[in-house]
């Protein structure tokens, strides 16, 4: 039995929302770049090279925001879409930085990261509002300048990659009925259904422990 992955569970999640994104209507696929500023992934090549850039300070074209699947529960949210900021190093370390369209060109942005190294206030996996993405080199110009960036900073029980994302997916989502039904059905859709309980057992132990 494999061990569950991030690449893998990130990439059929990916798959999903990028098909979502090309059926949305072409005024919102043309308004979202405005929000963001940079590139959004329209298919599946693009989001897996988005998905496997490694940041070493330079914002280039790889750095495509991958599409989510729509969170109809929520009609608040217009678009949700993310993307994995990875540094390079022994013991590679993966942040998430999540971008809504919440209505028009009204936006919001987040920043799932692992703890900073020692000693460090933000010694800690966290989550926080951020006025910037892409490690600060895109500004959010949509934003209220008020907004604050730097705390609250939400702590969140770990600092690893998997776990970290399924923090960011089931704050979108949901848990029971929501990103655990997108789990089941994503796998499906793949014919990898063996995999499932890889990464409901992940979510689990990372929400109910």
Request: proline share 9%; hydrophobic share 40%; charged share 20%.
């Amino acid at each position: 039995m494999p061990a569950a992955s991030l690449d893998e569970v990130m990439k059929l999640y990916a798959r999903r929302g990028v098909a979502e994104w090309r059926a949305a209507p072409a005024e919102l696929r043309s308004r979202a770049p405005m929000c963001l500023g940079l590139g959004i992934a329209d298919d599946e090549d693009q989001a897996a090279v988005a998905m496997n850039a490694t940041y070493e300070g330079v914002v280039d074209s790889r750095f495509k925001f991958i599409p989510m699947p729509k969170v109809p529960r929520n009609p608040g949210i217009e678009r949700s879409f993310f993307l994995p900021i990875r540094k390079p190093g022994n013991n590679e370390r993966v942040s998430f930085e999540l971008f809504l369209i919440i209505t028009g060109r009204h936006c919001i942005g987040f920043r799932f990261e692992p703890a900073h190294p020692a000693p460090n206030p933000h010694g800690y996996g966290h989550v926080q509002f951020c006025k910037t993405l892409l490690r600060e080199n895109l500004p959010l110009t949509m934003l209220p300048s008020w907004l604050p960036d730097r705390y609250p900073a939400f702590a969140i029980s770990t600092s690893n990659p998997l776990r970290m994302f399924l923090s960011m997916v089931t704050a979108m989502h949901g848990y029971q009925g929501g990103i655990t039904q997108i789990i089941v059905e994503m796998f499906q859709e793949a014919n990898r259904t063996s995999q499932v309980n890889l990464y409901l057992n992940e979510l689990s132990a990372l929400l109910l422990n």
